[in-house]
């Protein structure tokens, strides 16, 4: 079993920054991917950025040059670090983990973007 424990959620301004951050823990072999997904109120859960063992990071359209994923190997941590952030990107964000073939979800941290 792999835990996960996310911090960085809150409330922001629209234009503001806000950092994310996910620790793994647990039985971890090999993580092949980590990364973050969102889900806003009343629409589906999407995938905002991720990064694959081999340093492959991918970005939703709609984050590309605002969000960044960085990955620590030794802490078996994944940041996100958003900036320009709109009121659009309020979602509920949660961390994922593939580790091996099996995935993980962390609980969910809460973003609000608003004036």
């Known amino acids: 079993q792999v835990q996960l424990v996310e911090s960085g959620g809150g409330l922001v301004q629209p234009g503001g920054s806000l950092r994310l951050s996910c620790v793994a823990s647990g039985s971890i072999f090999r993580i092949n991917a980590m990364g973050w997904y969102r889900q806003a109120p009343g629409k589906q859960r999407e995938l905002v950025a991720r990064?694959?063992?081999?340093?492959?990071?991918n970005y939703a359209g709609s984050v590309k040059g605002r969000f960044t994923l960085s990955r620590d190997n030794v802490k078996n941590t994944v940041y996100l670090q958003m900036n320009s952030l709109k009121p659009e990107d309020t979602a509920v964000y949660y961390c994922?983990?593939?580790?091996?073939?099996?995935?993980?979800w962390g609980k969910g941290t809460l973003v609000t973007v608003s004036s």
């Open positions: 990064i694959t063992s081999g340093s492959t990071t």
């Open positions: 994922h983990v593939q580790e091996r073939n099996l995935n993980y």
